[in-house]
């Protein structure tokens, strides 16, 4: 709002407007309105009735744009990315930049015997302790000063997930000790209403924890066979027996959903909306399995008979061999399908929007022998489809969510997505190719109901895809889409105009592309690779670089 003394000699000058600034001004004592694209002319103001007040009339569009990376990635002083400062200034960025998305991966437990995936997790309801803040413990009285001051990570490109456990892990201690030893009658009242409301998870989840370090890390189902099938009389002497433990295992848990809410009424306060992934299986070694054995195609030992996986596709010749069962449909189906239910409202407490990853699943999945190495012998087999997803309707009437519909696709995936409304992906990585001009990720074949990405967590960043996969047959289709010649220093800001300018209501941009990085930045490489999951940002400076242009590109295609 704007107010100017009649009679003064303006000339020409006019006010600069940056780049998200309303494109309609109206006078509020005429209500006249006018447009104006990157300043306003005092002269012209001066035209308008006195006294001249004007205010910016915004128009807000369906059209919305996003940047994918996951917390880890942030810079980080203890060992890796997590929800403190860091993300704080992410989602500044992001809403500066005048984005409305921030996309990240999953946030339950990961642990090192899966390299520390997000997509291996030991619970469907737990969140991931690496993710705590230290330095919110010692805002919060909960661990001095000095605590803090004894970690010695350095400044990396790579997260250390091993020290960084161990160092948070210790800090937790201290932070349940000073918790168990000290009058903070608020945060113990908040921890036994979380201890209540979270029980139907975590009570299990927190003895499943104690047993793991008592048996020396043995799976479960390798423990003595009264405690793996969970016979009444010996769990609850577990409890008494562990009860201690306990509580700090669950205070842990605590501690990161007070964390992650904190972060989230940040997030929605500044107009960033989270999009968070749900896996599609489950480890076998993991408290949801124990819990819930014959909801898993176990034998009567519970031994895994079948495995999840893919066949043998774009990123791997062998398929995709995951080693985690696969679901008893028919026994989830009985049961009303509660822990999926359950599991998915958890994950909309967390994010706004949910992405399911391996979305085919649900519609049928590639099931192999539990023995086999590979996933090549595998079959198709039917999923839940419809009589699942009209069940989760009841539930989510707006079906908040977005499918993972890459790979070997068929129609019945389509017509399961398209049914419920759910928006499906797009990946301009993979527009090029053998079925060139027809390919369902060009953005002139799009519907407005899809999200599209110039790659994804699983795709080498934009350029070093360009300059490591694809030859100079498929550059040159590349250029001939894009109708100019392009190079390795170009590519991505191409892809990322191409994604923007494309129907897609979102376009979502992993933040390796925005910021023009090679293949030594890719975040993982699928089917293994030891340096998948650990890249991280060094520090905010090359991302603030990108505000400006992010902000015009948002402006330029009304992803405002």
């Known amino acids: 709002m704007a107010t100017f003394n009649d009679g003064a000699d303006w000339g020409d000058t006019r006010i600069e407007l940056p780049a998200l600034a309303p494109g309609v001004w109206s006078s509020i004592s005429d209500s006249e309105s006018f447009y104006s694209d990157d300043h306003l002319?005092?002269?012209?103001?001066?035209?308008?009735?006195?006294?001249?007040?004007?205010?910016?009339?915004?128009?807000?569009?369906?059209?919305?744009?996003?940047?994918?990376?996951?917390?880890?990635?942030?810079?980080?002083?203890?060992?890796?990315?997590?929800?403190?400062?860091k993300a704080y200034e992410f989602i500044d960025f992001l809403s500066k930049s005048g984005q409305s998305y921030w996309q990240i991966l999953p946030i339950n437990p990961v642990s090192g015997g899966s390299s520390y995936s997000p997509y291996s997790t030991y619970s469907a309801f737990a969140g991931n302790i690496l993710l705590i803040d230290p330095e919110w413990l010692e805002k919060n009285r909960l661990i001095t000063g000095e605590s803090l001051s004894t970690s010695k990570f350095s400044i990396s490109r790579r997260s250390e997930f091993v020290k960084a456990e161990e160092f948070r892990l210790k800090l937790l201690d201290e932070a349940f000790s000073t918790f168990k030893n000290n009058e903070m009658p608020y945060l113990k009242s908040k921890f036994r209403d979380f201890c209540e409301k979270e029980k139907y998870w975590l009570d299990d989840f927190a003895l499943y924890l104690i047993l793991k370090k008592g048996f020396k890390e043995k799976s479960w189902y390798?423990?003595?066979?009264?405690?793996?099938?969970?016979?009444?009389?010996?769990?609850?002497?577990?409890?008494?027996l562990h009860e201690c433990d306990l509580e700090k295992t669950k205070f842990s848990q605590f501690l990161f959903f007070t964390q992650w809410q904190e972060l989230r009424d940040y997030s929605r306060k500044n107009g960033i909306r989270m999009i968070g992934d749900m896996a599609f299986y489950i480890s076998y070694d993991s408290v949801d399995v124990w819990q819930n054995p014959e909801l898993f195609k176990l034998d009567k030992n519970k031994k895994m008979v079948t495995s999840g996986g893919v066949p043998p596709d774009y990123f791997s010749k062998t398929g995709q061999f995951w080693n985690m069962p696969v679901y008893n449909w028919e026994n989830n189906k009985n049961d009303d399908y509660s822990w999926w239910r359950k599991r998915i409202f958890r994950n909309t407490q967390w994010y706004e929007i949910v992405r399911f990853d391996h979305f085919r699943g649900f519609s049928g999945f590639w099931e192999v022998k539990a023995t086999e190495k590979t996933a090549v012998n595998g079959q198709w087999v039917d999923g839940p489809g419809d009589d699942l997803f009209l069940r989760l309707k009841e539930d989510f009437h707006e079906m908040p969510f977005i499918a993972e519909d890459l790979g070997d696709i068929d129609n019945?995936?389509?017509?399961?997505?398209?049914?419920?409304?759910?928006?499906g992906m797009k990946v301009l990585q993979f527009a090029f190719n053998n079925a060139f001009g027809k390919s369902i990720h060009l953005p002139h074949n799009y519907t407005k109901n899809c999200i599209v990405y110039s790659g994804t967590h699983d795709n080498n960043t934009t350029r070093g895809w360009f300059e490591k996969e694809i030859g100079t047959y498929y550059r040159k289709w590349?250029?001939?889409?894009?109708?100019?010649?392009?190079?390795?220093?170009?590519?991505?800001?191409?892809?990322?105009?191409?994604?923007?300018?494309?129907?897609?209501?979102?376009?979502?941009?992993?933040?390796?592309?925005?910021?023009?990085?090679?293949h030594t930045e890719r975040f993982n490489t699928p089917g293994g690779s030891k340096d998948s999951w650990k890249w991280k940002l060094e520090s905010m400076y090359r991302v603030w670089e990108k505000s400006g242009k992010l902000e015009r590109l948002v402006k330029t295609y009304w992803r405002m």
């Open 222 to 240: 390798k423990w003595p066979k009264k405690i793996r099938d969970r016979e009444s009389t010996e769990i609850d002497l577990l409890r008494k």
């Open 41 to 85: 002319s005092v002269s012209d103001i001066l035209k308008l009735q006195m006294p001249v007040i004007i205010k910016g009339v915004s128009e807000e569009s369906n059209r919305k744009a996003g940047v994918l990376l996951h917390i880890t990635s942030l810079p980080g002083n203890y060992g890796t990315g997590d929800v403190g400062s």
């Open 412 to 423: 019945k995936v389509y017509r399961l997505r398209d049914k419920f409304g759910i928006p």
């Open 478 to 518: 590349v250029e001939e889409y894009l109708n100019k010649d392009v190079n390795r220093e170009t590519i991505q800001e191409e892809f990322i105009r191409l994604a923007y300018s494309s129907v897609a209501f979102i376009a979502i941009i992993p933040l390796q592309d925005i910021l023009g990085s090679d």
